[in-house]
């Protein structure tokens, strides 16, 4: 049933494709002109051969997404999984990647958690994003560590460019006894701009987890809650002579319910990021920009009687040092230099509190002969832990007058252990090497009057893949580099605008293999769908969005199966007057009772409505 269900949602959004070509309406699909991710500098989306999604406020706000997982879970080449409701632990994973093999951003910080490997986007408050870019693919040559699968950027609220404050305000509650506030002014004044948010979330939800029967079984009906109370500020100024500074800062905090066998089951949490960006002219052609901050993640555990069971925090201090020099008009330099300290600290006794790791990399961007963009990058990393590595990748694009682009892109990544790998007690192993692949991409696209499409294969190859392995004797785990994993996949994509109806279908076809046993990767599904269709009516908006997703395996043997799903959202919005908006959104539609973590809940059938003020 399933395979012609994906079969028919794609032979759908192939019929729209032929007929838009006759029949399209003269409003084209709307695509961000820039990102800043890809090549750390802004380039135009059209001269890339990476594989790049951009989501800004407008989406964010027309998908009517509660948290961050609501809308990293439909990107393309992107499979998050959640153990159960709002603000529970999401694993995201990249292109079939580890979900610690993707870099996490927020305003240019390295965000994410030191011990663990990983980012807590269930902590990320949505009300304060104004901007996510997915960069998709190995992007080590100008990041460094974690950057396997791929880059994924947050850009925090920015004042607006008018010189009357603009001032946002959202009210909303629904299912599960939920209801948000978010609030945010923003504005100009001379060459200065400024943004200060606040928002909060608070919800009852539901059961994280089904009853488990059996020796090792698991029974705790009760509603596991989530409350995130968040603060947001940005202010920058320019000079005269071009320099620009700009600081910035988010605060998250609260509480999370969730289920376990063993462990504290309720967390508090609290996650910052801070920062300060400079730059200015060296030269007419150089441009120099300096950035330094700090995350943090710190994190509470309490047992279901509400005792203490551990606490860990880290912090991650960042410096970077950009220089964009241009050549020509045709050809474009970076250079540049990071440097971060991990730190940790809490109630388990690791053996190192600290380490550091540096950077030093550059990369050529150039147009060749009018039609092709090319660019390269080289970087070398030193890290306290393992030692130097040298990361490269190479991109080409060839752009046909014609509206069709051909792309190949060839590169290597690493991810560094974390410090639960390294010298977590009685686990952790000091002589640990870093994760390294090897990638290879190649694609085919389109921008017509129409509208667009996209058609990309990769292939990637892990070594040194970080694996607990038991003692046959005591039993006890150890970290070990002896995984591999081969990945190969298929995306697709295609928008158009027919009949007043913006209509855009993503597709992925993936095969996460473990290269030693032949099994599936742990938590991939193989077969992914999404279809977006929205239209406005005077001022009514409405749309529905269809997001569809293969089996996958709980176990890296492959004997427990969690089965696939197909969900339905339906949204709409009414326009009262200029200032005021009416949201409404009802989200599983079909009630489907489905699971991405083997015995973990989702939301069955819920509803969610909210009132938007903007002046």
């Known amino acids: 049933m399933q395979k012609y269900l994906f079969s028919s949602i794609l032979l759908a959004g192939f019929h729209a494709q032929l007929q838009a070509q006759s029949t399209f309406a003269t409003q084209a699909l709307e695509l961000p002109e820039m990102v800043v991710t890809a090549t750390r500098t802004e380039t135009p989306i059209n001269?890339?051969?990476?594989?790049?999604?951009?989501y800004t406020r407008k989406d964010i706000e027309r998908l009517q997404v509660q948290t961050l997982p609501d809308l990293l879970k439909i990107a393309p080449g992107a499979d998050l999984v959640q153990s159960g409701g709002m603000g529970t632990n999401s694993s995201l994973f990249l292109r079939g990647t580890n979900s610690d093999q993707v870099l996490v951003l927020i305003d240019g910080i390295k965000f994410g958690s030191a011990t663990a490997g990983t980012s807590p986007f269930e902590f990320i408050p949505i009300d304060q994003v104004d901007r996510v870019e997915i960069i998709r693919g190995p992007q080590s040559s100008l990041y460094g560590s974690e950057a396997i699968g791929g880059v994924i950027q947050i850009f925090t609220r920015k004042g607006m460019q008018a010189d009357k404050p603009t001032i946002t305000l959202d009210v909303g509650g629904g299912s599960f006894a939920t209801h948000r506030e978010a609030g945010n002014i923003s504005g100009k004044w001379h060459n200065s701009w400024y943004?200060?948010?606040?928002?909060?979330?608070?919800s009852e939800s539901f059961s994280a987890r089904q009853e488990v029967p059996g020796p090792y079984g698991f029974f705790q009906p009760d509603h596991d809650g989530y409350n995130n109370t968040s603060v947001n500020a940005k202010v920058g100024h320019r000079f005269d002579n071009s320099a620009e500074i700009e600081a910035f800062f988010m605060h998250s905090e609260g509480k999370s319910a969730f289920d376990a066998n063993y462990g504290g089951d309720n967390l508090k949490f609290i996650n910052q990021v801070a920062g300060i960006t400079g730059s200015m002219n060296i030269l007419d052609n150089w441009r120099s920009t300096l950035r330094f901050g700090q995350s943090q993640d710190n994190n509470d555990n309490f047992y279901h009687d509400k005792?203490?069971?551990?606490?860990?925090n880290t912090s991650r201090w960042n410096a970077s040092w950009l220089n964009e020099i241009?050549?020509?008009?045709?050809?474009?330099?970076?250079?540049?230099?990071?440097?971060?300290v991990d730190e940790v600290s809490g109630s388990t006794d690791y053996s190192e509190s600290s380490r550091y790791d540096g950077g030093i990399f550059g990369e050529?961007?150039?147009?060749?002969?009018?039609?092709?963009?090319?660019?390269?990058?080289?970087?070398?990393?030193t890290n306290q832990a393992f030692g130097d590595y040298v990361t490269g990748n190479v991109g080409w694009r060839y752009q046909w007058e014609h509206g069709i682009s051909v792309l190949a892109n060839f590169g290597n990544a690493f991810k560094s252990p974390s410090f639960n790998d390294l010298y977590y007690p009685n686990y952790g192993n000091a002589n640990l090497r870093p994760e390294q692949s090897k990638s290879v991409e190649t694609g085919i696209l389109g921008q017509h009057d129409w509208g667009n499409w996209e058609l990309r294969a990769y292939h990637t190859d892990i070594d040194n893949l970080i694996i607990p392995t038991m003692n046959p004797v005591t039993y006890d785990f150890r970290a070990e580099n002896i995984g591999k994993a081969q990945i190969d996949g298929l995306e697709a994509e295609i928008g158009t605008h027919l009949f007043g109806w913006n209509a855009k279908l993503t597709g992925n076809l993936m095969h996460p293999e473990n290269r030693e046993t032949n099994k599936r990767l742990a938590r991939r599904s193989e077969q992914k769908l999404n279809f977006d269709l929205s239209r406005s009516y005077g001022d009514f908006d409405v749309g529905t969005q269809v997001l569809a997703m293969g089996d996958r395996y709980d176990d890296a043997a492959n004997k427990i199966k969690v089965g696939?799903?197909?969900?339905?959202?339906?949204?709409?919005?009414?326009?009262?007057?200029?200032?005021?908006?009416?949201n409404a959104k009802l989200s599983n539609l079909l009630d489907k009772n489905y699971q991405t973590v083997n015995t973990y809940n989702t939301a069955d059938r819920n509803f969610f409505f909210s009132i938007h003020y903007t002046n």
């Open 364 to 381: 050529l961007r150039s147009q060749l002969f009018d039609h092709h963009f090319v660019t390269a990058s080289l970087r070398w990393d």
């Open 307 to 312: 005792s203490f069971d551990s606490r860990f």
């Open 47 to 54: 001269q890339l051969s990476t594989a790049a999604t951009v």
């Open 564 to 582: 696939g799903f197909v969900t339905v959202d339906l949204r709409s919005a009414y326009h009262i007057n200029k200032n005021w908006t009416i």
């Open 326 to 340: 241009t050549l020509t008009e045709q050809h474009k330099l970076l250079l540049g230099g990071d440097y971060r």
């Open 195 to 202: 943004s200060v948010g606040a928002s909060n979330i608070d």
